[in-house]
């Protein structure tokens, strides 16, 4: 889960070193602390378990530049995003909304299987991935997502959502009336 930054740091020595594999590296006091992070998670983290329970609950999220929304059966809920959060790219809304969800409804979701649909493949990827290593934003969002799902004991699935098929999500999103009640 937090290996992001040392993958990170392993593209840069090889850039550095033209590829040279065999070329030795300094480590900073930051990136020694995040190799030592990383081991001692690697010892102390959950496992995913090799056969996935099927997913006991379903959520549906969706940003837009205007808001966000998400629904899990028959609830709901949305909100507008601050000036901070309106100037920041679809693809972090997007995680943003799935962070939203989740704290709203930990105690709905605490010790469940969950099954996320996401209409924005970049937020997709990096779910899936437990972050990436082309935006460190997006990455460090991810990892906070995880870690509430570590937290509250959540195992999550993901899976694309097409945007025509996402129509509750995508209305509450916009601040547009959806079919289901407001929680």
């Known amino acids: 889960l937090y290996y992001r930054a ?15 594999y065999t070329h030795q590296l300094s480590l900073s006091n930051t990136e020694r602390e995040e190799l030592h992070r990383l081991a001692h998670l690697m010892r102390t983290a959950p496992c995913t378990p090799l056969k996935m329970p099927l997913p006991s609950l379903t959520i549906s999220t969706d940003a837009s530049l205007e808001g966000w929304g998400a629904t899990c059966g028959h609830r709901s809920l949305r909100g507008k995003w601050d000036t901070q959060e309106s100037s920041l790219h679809i ?24 099954l996320f649909l996401i209409d924005n493949t970049t937020a997709l990827a990096y779910l ?11 990455c460090n969002l991810a990892l906070e997502i995880w870690t509430l799902f570590h937290r509250y004991k959540i195992l999550p699935v993901f899976q694309y959502l ?12 916009r601040g547009e ?3 289901l009640s407001w929680v």
């Open 6 to 20: 040392t993958q990170r740091l392993h593209k840069r020595a090889l850039k550095e070193a033209s590829g040279d």
């Open 91 to 114: 693809n972090m809304l997007e995680l943003l909304t799935v962070q939203k969800a989740v704290l709203k409804w930990t105690g709905l979701l605490n010790g469940k299987t969950v």
């Open 128 to 138: 899936r991935n437990r972050g990436g290593t082309q935006s460190l934003d997006l």
């Open 162 to 173: 097409c945007s025509e098929d996402n129509l509750d999500a995508d209305a509450l999103s």
């Open 177 to 179: 009336a959806s079919s």
